[in-house]
């Protein structure tokens, strides 16, 4: 019922940027919050930045300073800005968003396909 498309991953050196792009569409009624989870090899899936509808933020403590994360509710969308990127940055990054949909009015979390970044040192 609902679809969220990431893209923007892809391999840069340590010390480069990246911006990562979710679009969510489908049977929506509202979506509360939306962020970025990321899984590294052997590693649990860690939350690295949140945002709330009404624009409240929330960073991992490894990621503060250096990413950002932007969402436009309108075009129901979030991007996460990453700079000054580190080797330990390399992870699948999964967009989610928390949403009700207009079917039963039921909520729920909903997850992207993911997109691998890379760093190299």
């Known amino acids: 019922q609902v679809q969220l498309v990431e893209s923007g991953g892809g391999l840069v050196q340590a010390g480069g940027s990246l911006r990562l792009s979710c679009a969510a569409s489908g049977n929506i009624f509202v979506i509360y919050d939306m962020g970025w989870y990321r899984q590294a090899p052997g590693k649990q899936r860690e939350l690295v930045a949140s945002?709330?509808?009404?624009?409240?933020?929330n960073y991992v403590d490894s990621v503060k300073g250096r990413f950002t994360i932007s969402r436009d509710n309108a075009k129901k969308t979030v991007s996460l800005q990453m700079v000054s990127l580190k080797p330990e940055d390399t992870a699948l990054y999964y967009c989610?968003?928390?949403?009700?949909?207009?079917?039963?009015?039921?909520?729920?979390?909903?997850w992207g396909q993911g997109t691998q970044v890379t760093v190299s040192s």
């Open positions: 989610y968003a928390d949403v009700t949909v207009r079917d039963g009015l039921v909520r729920g979390d909903y």
């Open positions: 945002a709330t509808s009404g624009g409240s933020t």
